[in-house]
């Protein structure tokens, strides 16, 4: 390669003031060579200065979009800005940067792996502070997903993945909306993109509120990733191509 | 049916087409959609000037009772209506997230390529870490525009 590789690193982040300087610092500290973006996602605290003043670059939503708008952002800027390699780390402070070197080594020992997922769930001796509840639905997401792309997935929830320069292509373009991580995983293999997942040790959340907290809303997102999941098996997903009509387009009725 | 009724049900048909015809006008309705509601309003005229037309549809479909056959139509219509509406909204969603995210990418380059020009606003905190962040950022913008 003629100049070194561009490492970005993005930080979706929604009224995470009290943790984010924590988490840029931290990104810092551990991986030198990584730029941080965060994304400020529509909040309505101090989130998006006090990373500006920790020293990242903040890309600010004018309102709410989720976790698949805000990730799918990072893609967008990670594409613009010509980086090879990007990875996805919580503003809440779940995701342990210095972790992240486990994912770089599976990622520069095999060419062919697109993305590199951390998981909760393969080592014996990490052990991942959960609900019951919790991990039950994750691990059903694991089976349904391992049955459907042919390998095993043992953490299809964790959004600690880093990606390569054709998944960054492919997702900037095309990202699930709410839920997206399960999706994802769906889409690298109808893409014939390779998903590799290592160990990696996580944190209990910092501060904040989790996306997903609530009875209520954690039956819904089972119902929505399931949903998802069987509609992803037969879903057009349109890749805009020269000549090809736009991906959304205004003209269109039932 | 009693011709009184009748006058009414036409006048209502009618009163319909006119609003709809009104707003397209005003342009507060857009021709896609006013399609639907001009439609909606033709049926409904040709089914209060016809009498006959009710029965016999109520008669193919082996409805007893004409009204009936009315309900059938309408509800079935609505329920077009409503799921033409959530696809009209899933993309308007859809079109205000992509326009949401290029706005802030925009936003972000903007801040980058103007804050040479503001000493200020680098000046006031970290002046050491900024001045370098807004160095990589300059080259950065040049090397892709």
């Known amino acids: ?254 | 049916m009693d011709p009184k009724l009748q006058l009414i049900s036409i006048a209502g048909a009618a009163g319909l087409l006119l609003v709809v015809l009104e707003l397209v006008r005003r342009r507060a309705l857009l021709e896609r959609y006013a399609l639907l509601w001009l439609f909606s309003a033709v049926v409904l005229l040709v089914l209060a000037c016809w009498r006959g037309l009710l029965e016999r549809v109520s008669d193919v479909l082996g409805i007893a009772e004409a009204p009936n056959a009315l309900f059938l139509l309408a509800f079935a219509a609505i329920l077009v209506l409503l799921l033409h509406f959530s696809a009209a909204v899933s993309r308007l969603a859809d079109q205000s997230k992509v326009l949401a995210q290029r706005l802030a990418l925009v936003e972000e380059r903007l801040r980058r390529v103007e804050a040479p020009r503001e000493p200020r606003a680098a000046a006031e905190s970290e002046p050491a870490e900024d001045h370098e962040l807004v160095g990589a950022g300059k080259s950065r913008s040049t090397r892709i525009s």
Do not use: W
């Open chain 1, 1 to 254: 390669m003629p100049s070194p590789a561009r490492h970005l690193a993005v930080v979706p982040a929604l009224n995470e003031a009290a943790t984010i300087a924590t988490v840029v610092g931290r990104i810092h500290a551990a991986l030198p060579q990584f730029d941080v973006l965060v994304i400020d996602d529509g909040s309505t605290d101090d989130t998006g200065r006090v990373a500006e003043e920790h020293g990242a670059r903040v890309v600010r939503h004018p309102f709410n979009l989720g976790i698949g708008g805000a990730v799918q952002s990072g893609f967008q800027f990670a594409l613009d800005n010509e980086y090879d390699y990007m990875v996805q780390i919580d503003g809440d402070g779940q995701h342990d940067p210095r972790e992240l070197g486990k994912l770089m080594d599976v990622m520069s020992s095999d060419p062919d792996v697109d993305v590199v997922c951390g998981s909760r769930f393969l080592s014996k001796d990490l052990k991942y502070p959960s609900p019951i509840s919790r991990r039950t639905g994750i691990h059903l997401f694991a089976f349904l997903l391992s049955r459907l792309v042919d390998g095993r997935i043992s953490d299809p929830t964790s959004g600690f993945r880093l990606y390569n320069r054709r998944a960054i292509q492919l997702f900037a373009r095309d990202y699930p909306h709410d839920y997206p991580e399960v999706e994802a995983v769906l889409m690298l293999h109808h893409h014939r993109l390779r998903l590799r997942e290592t160990p990696v040790r996580m944190f209990a959340r910092g501060g904040g509120a989790s996306s997903i907290s609530g009875s209520g809303k954690s039956a819904y997102y089972m119902v929505k990733v399931l949903l998802a999941l069987f509609v992803g098996l037969a879903r057009r997903r349109p890749v805009p191509e020269p000549d090809g009509p736009p991906a959304i387009t205004a003209h269109h009725a039932l």
